[in-house]
């Protein structure tokens, strides 16, 4: 009996180390879990990056949110980069547009959706040059279809201060990571995406992370 109780126990730490090692893997903690984020998937990107404009194609969060419903589900811009503030700002109006119409990132009908579209077009297909910020925000308030003053007095607003302060997260979760695309679980995970092979490992990865 001692013999079977020391099994016992011996085989529930391997299985304990073993959860360890593939979670070590699949995913990480971030060092500083991001506040209110409880049941969320949070995809941040960037408008310059290709493997960003991979996943936009594709609608990856978008047949995440199919399998896994009951999770929450944001897009946030990586903003420190080179005309990051300015897309920040006019993603900033987008979100508030598609809160009122009850419309999320993952939505190809989104204002949200639409300017990050437009702007990977532009980048990737085009191969646009934007020479200066006057430059590159036109393209967005023409999608947007406002001006520069509508845009200015949304981002002095305060729910225009608060959307836009979101965005620290996907700095911080960016960075944590080491690039982009990234998406993180909870606030408080971040996937390893070179160690996911397929969208149902993904599927699989997040629901055990959401878990935790």
């Not at 987008?94 to 009122?100: G, L, T």
């Not at 204002?111 to 934007?130: S, T």
């Not at 406002?146 to 979760?173: M, T, V």
């Amino acid at each position: 009996m001692k013999i079977l109780k020391k099994f016992t126990r011996i085989w529930l730490l391997v299985a304990f180390l073993a959860s360890l090692a593939v979670a070590n893997d699949k995913f990480q903690t971030l060092e500083v879990p991001l506040k209110n984020e409880q049941n969320s998937v949070i995809e941040t990107f960037s408008f310059w990056c290709g493997g960003c404009y991979y996943h936009h194609q594709l609608g990856t969060l978008a047949k995440i949110k199919e399998k896994l419903p009951n999770l929450k589900y944001k897009v946030y811009p990586f903003t420190d980069v080179q005309f990051g503030e300015e897309f920040g700002k006019l993603y900033a109006y987008a979100q508030s547009k598609d809160e009122a119409a009850g419309l999320d990132g993952t939505q190809r009908d989104s204002a949200m959706y639409k300017l990050a579209d437009v702007y990977f077009v532009a980048l990737f297909k085009r191969k646009q040059n934007f020479t200066s910020s006057q430059n590159f925000i036109k393209l967005g308030l023409k999608t947007l279809d406002i001006s520069q003053k509508e845009l200015d007095n949304f981002i002095a607003s305060p729910k225009g201060k608060q959307i836009y302060a979101e965005y620290d997260k996907a700095n911080i979760i960016t960075k944590a990571y080491g690039g982009t695309p990234s998406f993180s679980v909870n606030g408080k995970y971040f996937i390893m995406m070179q160690n996911i092979h397929g969208l149902d490992e993904m599927v699989e990865v997040i629901k055990d992370a959401s878990k935790k």
